[in-house]
C-alpha cells in the first residue's frame, strides 16, 4: 500500500507537471473555441502558448541541476540544468509578445469598425459590407 | 538554311505544325487591327504553306523512310517528338489540303452572313489545324495527347461562336463529353507509361497481351479508347456531336470532316495498332467489345437520321454512322479492315464536307435550314444540289465514287474475319444512307411543284462554289482511281503492312 | 563560405526596417529601398540557385558555432528554386502593388505594407532556407505576422478575417512548438540533419508519433490543408489588394515545403509509421481537392473562387508527398512552382480588373477580353493551366504526381486528380463564359487612357511575367525536374 503510495506520488512528482501544463494547453484552447468574447479569445490563446512555454521549462529542467553559470569552479555538465530551452523560449515569449500585439491592434480596428467585439455582433457587421 | 531544311524531311512536321500555330497567334493578336483582306491572307498562305510542307513529305513516307526527330524532352524520360508515318500521313494530308478549300469557303460564308467574331474564328480555326498536324506526326503518346488536348480546347470558341444561351449549352456539353474522356485517357497513359515505361508509337503495338490480367487490361483498353470513342461520336457518346451544330456552317465541316471527328478516329487507330497491337486487342476482348458499339451506332444513327428534318441535324448523325465505319473496320482488326478504315477518313472527309457545304451554301443563299422546305431548290442552285446528290450517292457507297473504296475494303475485311454480323450492318448502312440523303435530293429537284421562291437561278458566291465542285470532282476522281494525286491509297496499304507485317495482307 | 545565403534575407529585412523610417523623409523612398532590396536579393538568389547546382548544398552557419549545435542556413536545390519563386514573385507583387497606394496629401500611407511585404519575402525565404527547426518556427512567426497585418489592411472583413486567421495561425505555431519540444526531448538537437541522424538511429518511439502529429496538424493549418482550411477563404479574399497575389500563390506552399522536410527529411523512410501517416495525408489531400474544387464551383465572388481553388491545388501539392514516390514528389515541388504563378496570376488578373473597373463579380466581367485582352489572355492561360491542359505547366505536374501514384500503386489518386480537372474545368470555363460571352456591362473606367493603355506598365510587367512562367515551366519541366530530382532520390528513397 505504502509502496504503490509512493509510486504515484514519485510518478506525480515526476511527470505530474505534464499534465498540468497539458490541462493548462487544452484550458487555453477550449477557451478559445467557446469564448464568444475576441478579446476572452485573445486571452485564451496568451493561456495556451504560456502552457508550451512551461512545457519547454519543464523537461529543461534537471534534480540537483544548478543555472549554468560559472559561480565558483567549472563542475561537470551534469552539475547544469539544460540552458537551450530556456534560451528558446525568451524567443518564443518574445514572438507571443508580438502576436498579442498584432491581435490587439487588431481588436481595437475591429472595436472602430463594428463597434463591438463580440462575436455576434460582427457576424452581422460582417454581412452589411 | 534552305539546302539544310530540305535535307531534313524530318523537320517538316514541325514547321507544318508551328506555322500553323504562329498564323493561329499572329490572327489572334492582329486581327482586329489589319483589314479583313490580310486577316484572310494570313489564313491562306499559312494553309497553303501548310499543304506543301506536308505534299512534300509524301515521297518520303512512301518510301518508308524514318523521319524521327526529337525537339526536347517534354517530361521526364518522354520526348516531344515527331516522326511522319503512313497512317498519320492520310489523316495529314486529308486535313491540310482540305483547310485552304475550307478556308476558301469560310470567307464566302461568313462574310455572306455577316458574322461577328472572325477574327477569333480563323485563330481558332487555324489552332485546330495545327493541333491535327501535331497529332498526325506525333510518334509518341504524350506529344500526342498534349495536341489532342489542344485540339479539343481550340475546338471550344468555334462551337460557342455565336456566344448566346444555345452555343453556350452546346459548348458546356462538348466539353464535359471531351475533357471527361480525354482526363481518362491521361490517367490511361499515365498507367501504360508506369506498367511499360515507353509512349513510343510502334506499328503493331508494343503493349504485350500478358501486360495485366484480363479486366485490368480491358480498363485500360477502354480508357483510352474512349477518348477516341467520344471524339469519334460512337453512341452513347455521340450526343455532343448533334448539339454542336449551332456552330456555323464551315465549323461543322470542320468538325465532321476535316478534324476533329476524324482526330477522335485517328485516336482509335492509333491506340489499338500503335499501343496496344492487333493481339493484345484481340487478347483482353476490347476490340470485340468496340465492334459492338460500332456496329450499334451504324444503325441507329442511320435511322435517327431518317427522321431529322433538319439538314444539317441530319447530316450530324449520317456522321456519327459513318465515323463507326472507321471504328468497326478498326475494331474487326484485319488487314482490309484497317486499310478501309485509314482511307475512309479521306473518304468520308470529301464525301461529307461536299454535304456541309452544300447545307451550307443553301443556307447562306436563301436562309432554308429544313428539308421540308427545300423543296424545288435544285432549280435556283443547280451547281450545289447536283453536288451534293453525287456526294450522297457517294456516302451510300456506290462504285465510281469514292466511298466505294474504303467500303469494299470495310466489307473484305468483314468477310475475311467471317463476320456476317459486320458485313450486314455495311451493307444496310449503304441502304439506309440512300434511304437518308435521297429524299434531300428528290425534294430539291421536284418537278411537279413549282416554288415561286426558287424560280431564278441563284447560286451561292464563288468562294462558296468552287471548294464544293472542288471536293465533288475529288470524291468523283479518287473513285475512279483511289490512288491517284497524293498516293493515299498507297499509303493506307503500307499502313496496313506495317501493322500486320507482310504476312497474310493480301493487298 | 560564401554570404548570399544570409544575404538574400538580409537585405530585405533590414529594408523592411527602414522602410518606415525612409517614408518618412520623401513618400517613394521606403518603398524603393524595399523593392531595390528585394530586386538585389533576387540576383543573389539566381547566383545561388547556379551555385548549388555546380556544387551541392550549401550550408552557411551563424557565429561559427559547430553544427548540430548553431544554427545552419542549408540550401539544397529545391529550397534554392523555391527561394528564386518566392522572390520573383515577391518582386513582381511588389511593382504590382504600387498601383494599389493610397495617397494622402502627397505622402504614401502605405509603407507600412510594403514593410510588411518585404517582411513576408524575409519570412518565407527564411523559413525555406533554414535548416534549424526552431529557427523555423521564428521565421515561421515572422510569416504569419506579416500576413495578418497584410490581410487586416484589407479593409473591414480583412480585419475579421485576418483575426480569426491569427487565433488558429497561433493554435498552429502552438502545435508546431509543441512538437518540437517533444522532439527536443527526445533527441536533444534541433538541428534538421542532426535530427534525421538521431531519429533513424534509434528505435521509433510513439512520442516521435505524436510529435509528427502536432507538426503535420501546424503546417496543415498555415497551408490551408483541409480539414484546416476554415480561416483560408475569407482571408485570400479580402487581404490587401495590392499583396494579395503573393499571399494567395506563395504564402500556403513554404509551408508545405517544411512539412515535407519534416516528413521526408527529418523522419525519412526508416520512421516506423511512415506508411500510415503519408496514408492519412493522403486522405486528407483528396478530400481536400474534391471539397476545394466542389466549394469553388458554387462561389459567385471570383477571390472567392480562387481562394477555395487554392485549397483544391495545395491537396494536390501534398497528394505528390502523399505518394511517397520520387516521382510523385517531384510532381508535387513541380505543382508548387506551377501553382505559385498561376494563383498569383490569376489575382493578378481580378487585381487589374479590379483597379480598372472596381468589381469583383463573375457577373461584371462581359466583355472583358475585349476591354483588357492582356489580363483576359494571362487569366485563361493561367485557368487552362489549373484544369490541367497540356502544354501548361499544371499538366506536367498533374502527370508527375500521376505517375507516382500510379507507380506506388494507389490508384485512386489518380483518380482524384482526374475528378478535379473535371471540377476545375467546371468553375473556370463558367469565367470564360463570363469572360467571353456575357451582355457587356457599362462600367466606368478607371484608368485614365492617357496613363495606359489597358493597366500601367507594373501590372503589365506582373501579367507577362506570370504568362511566360506558367507556359514555360510547362513546356521545359524536365530541367527543372532534373534539378529537383536528385535531392528528392537522396531524401526520397
Redesign the interface.
Known sequence: MTNNMSGISVFLADKGIYFLTAFL?VLG?YG?ITCKN?MK?LIC?NI??V??IF??LC?GQKNGGTIPVQVTGLMGARHYI?P??HG?ML??IV?SL??TG??LA??T??KE??GSIEEDD?IK??NK? | MMNWFLENPGLRPVMAVFVTMAASGLIFVMGDHVRQNVREAITFIAAIFNCAIVISLVPHVLAGENMRVSLFQIAEGVDLSFSPDAAGMVFACVSSTLWILTSLYSVGYMRGHHEKHQTGYYAAFAMCISAVMGLCFASNLLTFFIFFEILTVATYPLVVHYRDEEGRRSGRKYLAYTLISGQLFFAGIVILYVLTGTLEFKAGGFVSPDLLPGPAMLTLFFLMVGAGMVKAGVMPFHSWLPAAMVAPTPVSALLHAVAVVKAGAFATIRVVFFVFGPDAARACGGAEILSYFAVATIWISSFIALRKDNLKARLAFSTIGQLSYIVLGVSMLSPFGAVGGLYHIVAHAFMKITLFMCAGAVYVTTGKKNISEMVGIGRRMPVTMTCFTIASVAVAGFPLFVGFVSKGNLVMGAVSVQSPLYAATYIASGVLALAYLLPVVFTAFKRDVINMEFQERGEASLPMLVPIVVTTAVVFILGVAPDAGLHLYSMAVSAGHQIFGTIGVGI | MSNIPVLIVLLPLSAALLCMALSLIHWRLGRDVVIASVAASLVLSVIQLKDVIDHGTVSYVFGKYKIPYGIEFRIDAISAVIIVMILIIGFITLLFSMSFEVRDGGKVKNSGAYTMLALLIVGMVGMTSTGDMFNLYVFLEITSLSGYCLIALGGSRGIVAAFRYMLVGTIAATFYLLGVGILYSQTGTLNMEDMHYMLSRGVSTEAQAVALVFIIAAFGVKMALFPFNGWQPSAYAHANAGSRPLIAGVMGKIPAYAMFRYIFCIYGSEFRFMDEFLLIVGIFSCCGIIYGSVRAMAQTDLRKMLAYSSVAQIGYITLGFATGSPVGIVGGFLHMLAHAFMKSGLFFGTGAIRQKYGSMKMEDLGYIYKKMPLTSGLMVVAALSMVGIPPLGGFFSKWYIGMGAAGSHHLVYLFVLVISSLLNAVYFFKLFEKMFMARDKELPDRIPSEVAQEVPWNMVLAIVVCFLAIILIGVFNVPIVNVLMPTVMEVGS
Open positions: 494547453l484552447i478559445m475576441y479569445k490563446m495556451m502558448q502552457a508550451v512545457f519547454f523537461f539544460n537551450l530551452p528558446l524567443t518564443a514572438v508580438g502576436t498584432v491581435g487588431l481588436l480596428r475591429i469598425k463594428y460582427i457587421g460582417e459590407f
